[in-house]
């Protein structure tokens, strides 16, 4: 069981940049895959990025491609998505999420922190 909590969120100039955070419990944390997701209003939520359990390969949707950049600190246990440049199109809830070896779907998220981008 994993619980995961975001933090970070909130009101950002268009070009300007925010680090999102997310803190994570459980023993194993350090053999998860951890990602990055977003829910604009009235959309569907989407992949944003994510780390292998090594941070030796990471993952991003061509939308973030360049400006956003997903690490994880395994001590810590924390995940965080450095976004650089931001955009309007950018504004939506943003979630972590985690999946353990093996599995196919991330099957733990946490509450959502919201990025507001002002332009």
């Known amino acids: 069981q994993v619980q995961l909590v975001e933090s970070g969120g909130g009101l950002v100039q268009a070009g300007g940049s925010l680090r999102l955070s997310c803190a994570a419990s459980g023993r194993t944390f350090s053999t998860y895959t951890m990602g990055w997701f977003r829910q604009a209003p009235g959309k569907e939520r989407e992949f944003v990025a994510r780390?292998?359990?090594?941070?030796?390969?990471?993952t991003y949707a061509d939308s973030v491609k360049g400006r956003f950049t997903i690490s994880r600190d395994n001590v810590k246990k924390m995940v965080y998505l450095q976004m650089n440049s931001v955009k309007s199109e950018d504004t939506a809830v943003y979630y972590c999420?985690?999946?353990?070896?093996?599995?196919?779907?991330?099957?733990?998220w946490g509450q959502g922190t919201q990025v507001t981008v002002s332009s």
């Open positions: 780390i292998t359990w090594s941070g030796g390969i990471t």
């Open positions: 999420a985690s999946r353990q070896q093996g599995a196919v779907d991330f099957g733990f």
